[in-house]
């Protein structure tokens, strides 16, 4: 079968499809034929060499790439693991240092980071949501926020982002909400109730929407110091990208938000696609071999939605 790995860490041109041998799943696993699997920044990062150089993995002679993952169940390891052959499943590869990820003809994955996928969406739109949405719920956990109270989402109109901004509405959070100001249709329509356009000073244009700051912040565009601005003093402050959290003035409870898969979430969050309350967005998708492409794409920036490699 097919799969996509790095030998060396360079540019896109370093990406390989290699032929590899078939997984088996051991006790406790599954696996999966893969349907759809999203390309996020950090197959980026892990391709490039900066997550090895950040101490976040070990070099190997081989590294496979690719988190999310959609497809159908073609064998089941020993055990009782809720799954059935031919199952419809979405879930996430989250460790770094494995030589075969997602984007692959097949993958193995523990039965714990696999849930039933979305029934009113394709395999295509349910790849785009696992590592995107657990990672948005996630940090709103680390909030702990209850509902009535406010909450500040960077990067709104991203793929975290955009989820971040529906799963806070469905706590019943208020949200303040920035991204590019061509995006605010979009963002309010994901249930944000007020709008900074990118470039304003924000902690200063959120506290004129809501007076003393938000009660926390979820930042999602790494904005660090300029988005803990607009938090009230004693406030909480969810940091996306590892390194990129601020120091915790004022009092603010700074944390990183550390994604681990999780199949009883993606259960809850494929419940919330099904309701309508919950918005995959997919840019595109491709041909596997066409990985170096979207590679070139999603560095270039722009999207708005995954882009998903279908094997």
Known sequence: MRAVVIRSFGGPEVLEIAEVAMPVPGPGQVRIRVAAAAVHPVDLH???????????????????????????IDEIGSGDLGFAFGDEVFGLSDRL???????????????????????????IEAAAVPLGALTAVQSLDLLALTAGQTVLITGAAGAVGGFAVELAVAQGLRVAATAHV????????????WFVPRGARLGEAVRALVPGGVDGAVD????????????????????????????????IRVAN??????GRRLDELAALVDAGRLTPRVADSLPLHLVADAHHRLAAG????RLVLVP
């Open 46 to 72: 892990t391709r490039s060499g900066g997550l090895a150089d950040a101490g976040l993995m070990v070099p190997r002679d081989v590294i496979g790439l690719g988190w999310d993952v959609a497809g159908t």
């Open 97 to 123: 240092d494995v030589p075969l990820g997602t984007h692959a003809d097949h993958v193995v994955l523990d039965a714990t980071a696999v849930a039933h996928a979305p029934r009113t969406v394709s395999l």
């Open 257 to 262: 938000t550390w994604i681990r898969a999780d």
């Open 220 to 251: 999602a565009a790494s904005l660090g110091a300029e988005a803990l601005d607009a938090v009230r003093s004693a406030g909480v402050f969810a940091a996306v990208v590892g390194g990129a959290e601020p120091v915790g003035l004022r009092g």
């Open 182 to 193: 061509e995006d605010e249709a979009l963002v309010r329509k994901l249930g944000a109730e």
């Open 302 to 305: 722009g999207l708005r939605g």
